[in-house]
């Protein structure tokens, strides 16, 4: 078995399922999470914490927690641990007497266990206060696809509470509950949304020669868009462009006038997230140049994510807090980046930190129906922040 955690977080893991598991019954989505803002400031205060800030970026939370030299302490005094609070548009499936009670709503990500750990360690620091400096806890809404810890920036929470270090954990499925790892470097991928319309003259199915078929320039983009990685792109930068959805027409009989698609990518840099960019573009223009049609892509279509990139002194300190918890055998410093995206990039940014995994044990995949968040799993959270803390701001 694992390294154990110490007593006084061991004795918090039955009231730190039953707060995971409200959460869980009451998952909200994106910006609108007034509940779970509510919940999480009003623990904060009751904490103890020295100033709690609600409403930054919309619904974010922001907490204050001075120990030893506490406010006097300059930025290089300071660090910023954040979790999420946002669930996602899925109709949970999985029976738990705790599911969702929201139809089409669930936290199928496990932000309520993010939370719910981050909550855990802001109570166990609070009592403790065994660390030199300030703590900012951030919980951020909208973490899915609407760079919520963004909006929270574009909102002063750097600006106003400068920190030397920004850390967060997200939980892992396949990897044992206990467990931990991290990714070196880029550990999640950029990504960005295009929606491309097509604009051709519909007609008869009969007789095409008097229309501008939409449609068979659209197959000409999605087929051209495959050329992108595999011809443009340098084989040594991953990179994914996918046409994810194309709508257009509804008769057997009827050419239509307009196409409408969209596209995905992942990339794992600035650069190549811009060359993607401009072949797309240049793709979807010069084909309907070519078919005769008239084309529109659009990219404002919520905020493209830059990669979420670790960086190494922050990675090693983590990778101690870590071990010291769950033992050396039980810490993965080697994962593999992933090319799903992350909204902490934004603060990574800005700030070095790390981001890091804790294991889910053997549920379902993030996002499928039937994840959940291992309550199992709670306790180590909390104590990877604790840890932390010492390390990050020793007393
Ligand atoms: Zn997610
Ligand atoms: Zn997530």
């Known amino acids: 078995m694992n390294a154990p955690v110490s007593n006084s977080i061991a004795a918090m893991i039955p009231e ?3 707060w995971r598991r409200d959460l869980h019954r009451h998952p909200e989505l994106g910006y609108d999470v007034p509940r779970t803002a509510r919940i999480v400031a009003e623990r904060l205060r009751g904490f103890g914490f020295d100033d709690v800030i609600e409403g930054v970026g919309g619904t974010g939370v922001v907490g204050l927690l001075h ?3 506490g406010p006097a302490a300059g930025p290089e005094k300071r660090v910023l641990f954040r979790a999420d609070m946002d669930a996602l548009p899925i109709h949970e499936a999985t029976g738990a007497a705790h599911a969702s009670g929201v139809a089409g709503r669930m936290h199928a990500c496990g932000h309520d266990g993010h939370t719910t750990m981050l909550l855990g360690a802001a109570r166990h620091l609070a009592e403790t206060r065994a660390f030199d400096g300030t703590l900012v806890f951030c919980f951020q809404p909208a973490e899915e696809g609407e760079a919520g810890a963004q909006a929270m920036i574009d909102d002063g929470m750097l600006a106003r509470f400068p920190v030397k270090g ?7 499925p396949g990897m044992p509950v206990g467990a931990f790892g991290v990714v070196r470097g880029p550990a999640m991928a950029a990504t960005g949304k295009f929606l491309v319309t097509v604009e051709g003259v519909g007609g008869h199915a009969a007789f095409p020669h008097m229309a501008r078929d939409p449609v068979v320039a659209s197959a000409a983009i999605v087929s051209a868009a495959q050329t992108i990685v595999s011809r443009v ?7 994914v462009v996918s046409i994810t959805s194309i709508h257009g027409g509804d008769a057997f009989n009827v050419i239509p006038d307009k196409v409408e698609m969209k596209c995905n990518y992942r990339c794992f840099s600035d ?3 811009e060359t993607i960019e401009t072949e797309f573009r240049r793709i979807c223009a010069d084909t309907a140049a070519a078919f005769g049609v008239r084309v529109r892509v659009d990219a404002g279509f919520g905020k493209p994510y830059p990669p979420t990139v670790n960086h190494p002194a922050e ?3 983590a990778l101690d807090a870590m071990r010291a918890v769950a033992g050396v055998h039980n810490v993965r410093d080697d994962l593999k980046p992933v090319m799903g995206a992350e909204d902490f990039a934004f603060v990574l940014r800005q700030v070095p930190g790390a981001y890091v995994f804790v294991g889910n044990g053997d549920s379902a995949m993030l996002h499928n129906p039937k994840y959940d968040f291992s309550d199992a ?8 922040w604790v840890e932390l803390a010492r390390r990050v701001l020793p007393a």
């Open 67 to 69: 120990g030893g030299s």
């Open 16 to 18: 730190l399922t039953e």
């Open 233 to 239: 792109v340098d084989p040594l930068d991953p990179a």
């Open 271 to 273: 650069a190549v997230g």
């Open 166 to 172: 920004a850390y967060a954990v997200h939980n892992w």
């Open 315 to 317: 990675t090693e300190t």
């Open 377 to 384: 799993a709670l306790p180590y959270g909390v104590a990877y």
